[in-house]
Each structure stands twice: as structure tokens, then as C-alpha cells.
């Protein structure tokens, strides 16, 4: 079974640009959440899809967006980024409707703004 | 909502000595307590979990103890090895309904050997 795949892996973007990155959950997971993970931050929890609705939802700037289609694939967009947006970004998939299901990670894609 | 801290946020040992990672957290309907291991480079996996119906929970040289009325719980590593060395992560969730696990901001785990 193949795990959570997450596109690209590194991204270097201008102050100013937006930039969209991808997760592939596992086969058959339905729930999608996204994390910020910095140094020192640990995992900032951006936002969860669920049946391609956002079901919860962090405490970010409206500049993050997501989506989620109907295969259970995510996308998250970041717009006008500033510096402060580079970090790690896990995105995470489980396969139960209800809390207490494992989270499995991606590898994350790491985002440099400059 | 939920908040949960997490210390030490750096912890060095030798090996073969125990190691304990603690937490705390603060809505008292959490009722799910998993933790996660990073490694460098690599990404989050879980290693153990506990839910609120029980107290402790072992898992070879790992084991998790909940106090739920103290709103703590922990994890112990006993006979470290350097593959020990990682980041670990706390958080707290509750079963049911649409609940995502709020982390810790982390623990850096090294083990000298």
C-alpha cells in the first residue's frame, strides 16, 4: 500500500509569489490535514478536508487555502508568501471519520521564500 | 481549544539511561494521546498511543502513563540507544466526531553513545 505522497519535495519562491503544493493520501483515507512545521513551532495545524469539505481549520492568515478533490487528493496554496512561510509542510491522512484514527505523514515539502 | 505543552524541549543522555518526555494538556474531554517520532530528515510515525480508559501502556522499551486528573501524560524510553535520537511529539485528540490531535512543540531526544 502505498504511503502519503506529497509534490514537490523542495520549492523556492520570491516574496510576493504564490506557490500550490500536493498530497496523495493513502488509498481509501478521506480525511487530509495540513501542518506548518517550523523549528521550535513543533506542528502548527493549518487545516483538515474531509468528502472534499474543510471540516476544521487553524489559525492562519486567509493567504492559506486548500482544497481537496474528489480521489481524497489535497492541495494547499500559499499567496502573496512572505518570508515568515518558509518551513516544512506536512500534510497528513487517516482513514476513519472520527478522532483517534493514526495520522500517517508525508515527507513534507519543504518551502524556501526569498 | 485544546493546548498542550511539551518539555523538555531538548533532551541529552547516555546511552542505556531512560529518558521521559512530559505533557500537559487542557481540555478535559481529550480522551486520545498519541505520540510521534521524527527522525532527522524523515517524517512523523507513530510509536504509541494511549487512550483515557487506561494508564499506562507498554510497548517494549517504550510505555505511555496518563494522570487524567492531573491532565498529564508522558512517555518513557528505558535502555536508550543513539537510533532513539529524534524529535518527539505529543499530542492530545478526543474519539469521535471530526477531532484533530493538537502537538506539543516537540522534544529533541539525543542519546550519546
Known amino acids: 500500500k502505498a504511503g502519503v505522497t506529497q509534490t514537490p519535495r523542495y520549492l523556492i519562491k520570491t516574496r510576493g509569489q504564490q506557490v500550490t503544493l500536493s498530497c496523495s493520501p493513502i488509498?481509501?483515507?478521506?480525511?487530509v490535514s495540513w501542518y506548518q512545521q517550523t523549528p521550535g513551532q513543533g506542528l502548527q495545524f493549518l487545516f483538515e478536508?474531509?468528502?472534499?469539505?474543510?471540516?476544521n481549520k487553524g489559525n492562519f492568515p486567509g493567504r492559506f487555502s486548500g482544497r481537496q478533490f474528489s480521489n481524497s487528493r489535497s492541495e494547499m496554496n500559499v499567496s502573496t508568501l512572505e518570508l515568515g512561510d518558509s518551513a516544512l509542510y506536512l500534510c497528513?491522512?487517516?482513514?476513519?471519520?472520527?478522532?483517534?484514527?493514526?495520522?500517517?505523514f508525508g515527507q513534507g515539502t519543504r518551502l524556501t521564500v526569498v | 481549544g485544546e493546548n498542550v505543552e511539551q518539555h523538555p524541549s531538548t533532551l541529552s543522555v547516555q546511552e542505556g539511561d531512560s529518558a521521559v518526555i512530559k505533557c500537559t494538556y487542557s481540555?478535559?474531554?481529550?480522551?486520545?494521546f498519541p505520540w510521534y517520532k521524527q527522525e532527522l530528515g524523515k517524517r512523523p510515525q507513530l510509536i504509541i498511543d494511549?487512550?483515557?480508559?487506561?494508564g499506562e501502556k507498554k510497548d517494549q522499551r517504550i510505555a505511555v502513563t496518563l494522570n487524567k486528573t492531573a491532565k498529564h501524560f508522558s512517555l518513557h524510553i528505558t535502555e536508550t540507544q543513539p537510533e532513539d535520537s529524534a524529535v518527539y511529539f505529543c499530542?492530545?485528540?478526543?474519539?469521535?466526531?471530526?477531532?484533530?490531535?493538537?502537538f506539543g512543540r516537540g522534544t529533541s531526544l539525543i542519546v550519546h553513545p
Open positions: 497528513a491522512s487517516s482513514s476513519v471519520v472520527q478522532g483517534g484514527a493514526e495520522a500517517f
Open positions: 488509498s481509501g483515507h478521506r480525511s
Open positions: 478536508y474531509f468528502s472534499e469539505t474543510q471540516r
Open positions: 481540555d478535559s474531554a481529550s480522551n486520545y
Open positions: 494511549i487512550r483515557s480508559n487506561v
Open positions: 499530542a492530545a485528540s478526543r474519539m469521535g466526531g471530526s477531532y484533530i490531535p493538537t
